[in-house]
């Protein structure tokens, strides 16, 4: 899953069951938590050891680290800072800028996308990526099983009908559920291909009239309301697109629908339609009409994650809570546009029309095949039956964890990616991505061939039951979250690496430096002038971070800084065919990425971005950045106080007078920090090992102040009515899902007119900025 631009998809049927692969359930080990306390109390001591001795030692000691040659007649060394033996930091970017292939990436991508890989149902791709990994010289590479809550499809089946008597229908419409097989694209017709249907969806056999509610976004509904139109008893028809697709759900729920139809209008595709002239997938690159995008209905953005387990891990034999807060209690089902089409013309001549509306409902796609967009409901005798039969089960989900021990043990930098798809291929979402760290991993390989070790632990994460709802990257940070929080310096994030050409960013500020900085080194895959780098051709926009990937439990559970980023298409670029059959080996090699080369571009920016946190000796971090954000995010919330009722007023000057503060204290701190840095190149005779003494703990400090600045935004109670998010700057939007929200309590405050709570809000918020400023002065 990941955030998209364009959004839309196809359909599948009653037809094909889903077999499941499980393993055999493990016995409860009873002595687990005795057993990982131990472990990380070992874990603790071993790190401050390490710290307190091995390092100043090191520090002291020649730069292969031997203690053997520290000795006074050895020649002086005036690198100060212990170091990934082996190679320089420069020599290691030149075997990551040179060790990916589009070869290799070819063959990784042939590979995780030639068979079914849904959540917790293909081990033979976990075993393999564990293989390949050691195979790259990343021995330490173990999987991490969790046992979670999650659903396969079982039967459905949509129809329109016609009432002709008191228990007597005809069938108008009976839809396939269906995405076309196609010669051209090899894993389209897969004896095992997966059913089109939703993650966490619920089971349910509902016969309605139905509305049609736009993009079913939070003010869709309100306008429906407004307009008179209950959509109570109904069943509700909506397009992909704006925001997460189980808020789409959750809402209908709320207003009493009873069931939800979600289907992929060409409106998404931007000018690439077959209406503007283009042919269609696999003749030319606009949509397929038969495309149905699969996706989760879990409600996003109350909780991530097993919905049975909320902020603890599902490990064999834990407690389980009922999963409804998170999930649907109503059916729903995606279907293709092809498919709507005659149930968005059933709604001809019913309700008023949607370009009747406010301009978000404008501007559908489909008027040229006869869709009027009324939007209903229809009359009683005009009903739509919507079966959904899921099974639900608990069942073990994998993920691949490789280790690369540095020399310092707790500043650690991690870099995932999520394998599970939706469909047999997922060339796009996440494989792309999965190819891209087989690549970082092989890089990193080659580099420990050299002998070479890193400063800081490199961990990689190829997560599974990612698009549930990131579920296998939320129970792991759970399940370790004590180990994370002490030692988790940073989290780097690729879901979809390359389904277009255009780089998009989303980070914690603290990372936008560092971000800027690898991309000014890596060559642009498309260069108007030779020697253009991807900052080159890149327009520089890095977005707050949001949901819809797997930095959530780091960055807004954890409080770990992430950034997650990949390259995708505009508006005249080849429609990606998300979450459909159609986003496939054979679709990326002929319109997403021919010659692989933003996949390639994104393998270097991922391993180089993961060496410049792990090599460099002061953490690239800048708080500076972050506090000027603080102060760009307060004038972008600003307008939500316009809205408050009259006598009552809210100001935002204390909290800006805090971010002042901070502020302040940022420059102050990363301008030392500079400083400490350009120490190190300073020759420093060895009968002075005091001064690098010296300068070893102000640089071990400063790290472990930029490490833990970020932690401190977290507010342990969380947000109202959805507390497992704890982070007070940065949030899933409430009603968007994917999009980021800023100051979340603060603004959901304001929203709700509750001046009362939005002070209470404003006040927390203070007390963690200044909490961060105490920490850098
Ligand atoms: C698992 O993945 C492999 C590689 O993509 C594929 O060949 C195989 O068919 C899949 N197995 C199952 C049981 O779906
Ligand atoms: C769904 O419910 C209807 C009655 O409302 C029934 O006729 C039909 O057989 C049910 N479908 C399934 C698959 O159970
Ligand atoms: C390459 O960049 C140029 C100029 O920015 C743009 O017009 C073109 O569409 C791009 N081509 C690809 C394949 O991204
Ligand atoms: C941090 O960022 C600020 C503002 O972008 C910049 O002026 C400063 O030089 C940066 N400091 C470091 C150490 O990168
Ligand atoms: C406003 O928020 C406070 C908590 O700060 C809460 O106690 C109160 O019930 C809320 N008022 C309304 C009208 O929701
Ligand atoms: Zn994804």
Redesign the pocket.
């Known amino acids: 899953m990941k955030e998209e631009a364009v959004l839309d998809m196809p359909a599948s049927e009653t037809t094909p069951l889903l077999v499941v692969q499980t393993a055999p359930r493990r016995q409860r080990y009873p002595h687990h938590v005795l057993r990982r306390t131990c472990t990380v109390i070992l874990g603790v001591v071993l790190a401050v050891a390490l710290t307190l001795f091995v390092l100043p030692i090191r520090l002291v000691s020649r730069n292969d680290g031997s203690l053997s040659v520290n000795v006074p007649w050895s020649k002086s060394d005036s690198e100060s800072w212990p170091h990934g033996d082996g190679l320089t930091y420069k020599e290691l970017q030149a075997i990551l800028q040179e060790t990916p292939i589009a070869g290799k990436i070819e063959e990784w991508s042939k590979y995780y996308t030639a068979g079914p890989h849904l959540a917790g149902a293909n081990f033979s791709q976990v075993l393999w990526t564990q293989e390949k990994w050691k195979e790259f010289g990343v021995d330490d590479t173990t999987i991490a099983t969790y046992d979670v809550y999650i659903n396969y499809p079982l039967d459905h089946r949509l129809a329109l009908l016609k009432k002709k008597g008191a228990d007597d229908y005809d069938i108008a419409f009976e839809a396939t559920l269906e995405e076309d097989v196609l010669e051209e694209d090899s894993t389209s017709g897969l004896p095992d291909r997966v059913p089109t249907f939703h993650g966490y969806s619920a089971t349910g056999n509902v016969t309605a009239p139905f509305v049609y509610a736009n993009f079913g976004t939070y003010e869709d509904y309100q306008d429906l309301i407004d307009a008179g139109i209950s959509v109570e008893g109904k069943i509700v028809i909506v397009k992909y697109g704006g925001l997460f697709r189980g808020l789409k759900v959750k809402r209908a729920q709320d207003l009493g629908a009873v069931g939800v139809i979600i289907y992929s209008d060409p409106q998404e595709d931007g000018d690439v339609t077959e209406l503007n002239g283009y042919e269609a997938y696999p003749a030319g690159p606009a949509r397929n009409p038969s495309a149905v995008q699969r996706g989760s209905v879990q409600f996003l953005s109350v909780a991530p994650g097993d919905p049975t387990t909320p902020g603890y891990a599902s490990k064999p034999g834990v407690d389980r809570q009922s999963p409804e807060h998170s999930i649907p209690t109503i059916p729903s089902l995606p279907i293709s546009y092809t498919e709507a089409l005659p149930l968005l013309k059933a709604l001809n001549g019913h309700g008023p029309k949607a370009s009747e509306f406010n301009k978000y409902w404008q501007g559908g796609g489909l008027a040229h095949k006869g869709v009027e967009y009324n939007i209903g409901p229809t009359p009683d005798d005009i009903v739509i039956n919507l079966y959904n039969q899921q099974d639900y089960v608990t069942t073990p989900l994998w993920n691949v964890i490789g280790v690369i021990k540095g020399t310092i043990p707790d500043e650690v930098v991690i870099l995932g990616n999520h394998r599970d798809a939706w469909v047999a291929g997922g060339a796009g979402d996440p494989n792309s991505g999965s190819a891209a760290l087989n690549e970082v991993v092989r890089s990193f390989g080659e580099a420990l061939k050299t002998g070479w070790k890193p400063l800081r632990t490199i961990v990689f994460a190829s997560w599974d039951g990612e698009e549930y709802g990131l579920v296998g990257s939320t129970e792991w940070v759970e399940e370790n979250l004590p180990w994370l929080t002490v030692a988790n310096a940073v989290y780097i994030n690729v879901d979809a690496a390359a389904t277009g050409p255009s780089l998009s960013v989303s980070a914690s500020p603290l990372l ?2 560092a971000f800027y900085e690898i991309t000014s080194i890596v060559q642009s895959p498309n260069q108007t002038i030779k020697g253009q780098t991807v900052r080159d051709t890149w327009d520089g926009r890095i977005s707050s971070l949001g949901s819809g990937s797997d930095y959530t439990a780091f960055q807004e559970f954890a409080g770990v800084p992430s950034v997650s980023f990949g390259f995708s298409g505009g508006k005249s670029d080849p429609v990606y065919h998300y979450h459909s059959n159609y986003d496939s080996f054979d679709w990326m090699r002929r319109f997403g990425d021919p010659g692989w080369h933003y996949h390639v571009t994104t393998a270097k920016l991922f391993s180089l971005l993961g060496a410049y946190f792990s090599e460099k000796p ?1 953490l ?1 971090f ?4 972050y506090a ?1 954000h603080l102060q760009q995010y307060v004038d972008h919330i600003r307008p939500h106080a316009d809205k408050l009722p009259e006598q009552t007023h809210f100001s935002f000057g204390p909290l800006e007078r805090s971010i002042s503060h901070l502020h302040a204290a ?2 102050d701190f ?2 030392y ?2 400083d400490l ?1 350009s120490q190190l190149s300073e020759d420093v005779p060895w009968y002075h090992w005091w001064k690098k003494l010296q300068l070893f703990y102000k640089i071990r400090g400063v790290n472990t102040k930029y490490k833990n600045f970020e932690r401190k935004y977290l507010y342990e109670d969380g947000l109202d009515g959805r507390s497992w998010f704890k982070h007070v700057v940065f949030a899933p939007g409430l009603w968007t899902g994917y999009a980021g929200a800023t100051y979340p309590g603060l603004v959901e405050s304001l929203d709700a007119g509750n001046v009362t709570n939005a002070v209470r809000w404003s006040e927390i918020i203070q007390e963690r900025i200044h909490e961060a400023t105490k920490l850098l002065e």
């Open positions: 936008n430096k002061i690239g800048n708080a500076t950045d000027t940022a420059v990363d301008a920090a500079a840095g």
